[in-house]
């Protein structure tokens, strides 16, 4: 049986750094959010991968794809990571198609309403577009852990994207019994004030049989 624990690793540094990345993150998906609900027509029926894919060709400038029809997402988020964009392109996805399942069910409520000769006062459901959503670190890219309480990861810092050492508390991996799971990347999430590392990690554990 497939198993996921998510432990909390509390940064111990550079907080003040960090509000910046998270800023122009959501920045980021507020634009996708947009960007993907004008377009959701010719999008719904794709598979997330196949989105992320057709929504960077409609927002990102390449040597291909010079003249992208959404340019300004370039302009405004300047040299935003790529493991980000297609983060925040699925992320976007999946919070436009969760409204319109919203959407369409406030319609066949309507509907059933009207049918039956009732009063029907709800109202539609509102594409929400802000959201405190937090960005995953992809490991190699937007993380290396350098010791069992220390890494680098990629901040945006002052207009540009640049590598910051970060210290955090360590768990006791062997006494939260994950010491032999895959350790995935982790996602940067922030609390009133201060942030964190939660890191996720899968493995298999066998099914006891009564």
């Avoid at 436009?96 to 059933?112: D, I, M, N, P, T």
């Amino acid at each position: 049986m497939k198993v996921v624990k998510t432990l909390k690793h509390t940064i111990t540094s550079h907080h003040h750094m960090l509000d910046a990345t998270l800023h122009v993150y959501q920045e980021a998906l507020l634009f996708l959010i947009t960007v993907i609900q004008e377009q959701f027509i010719a999008l719904e029926s794709l598979s997330t991968q196949a989105v992320v894919t057709a929504v960077e060709r409609l927002t990102h400038r390449t040597r291909h794809n010079p003249n992208p029809f959404y340019a300004a997402f370039d302009q405004r988020f300047y040299k935003f990571p790529s493991y980000f964009r297609r983060s925040a392109i699925a992320e976007a996805f999946g919070i436009v198609k969760s409204h319109h399942s919203r959407f369409q069910l406030w319609q066949a409520e309507q509907q059933h309403a009207q049918q039956e000769g009732k009063r029907f006062s709800k109202k539609p459901p509102k594409l929400q577009a802000q959201h405190q959503a937090f960005p995953c670190l992809y490991k190699g890219n937007m993380f290396v852990r350098t010791s069992d309480r220390a890494a680098k990861i990629k901040v945006f810092h002052q207009g540009d994207w640049v590598w910051l050492p970060i210290t955090f508390k360590g768990q006791d991996l062997f006494k939260r019994n994950v010491w032999s799971m895959k350790e995935c990347s982790p996602t940067l999430v922030r609390k009133g004030k201060r942030y964190a590392l939660h890191i996720a990690y899968e493995g298999d554990v066998p099914l006891i049989w009564g």
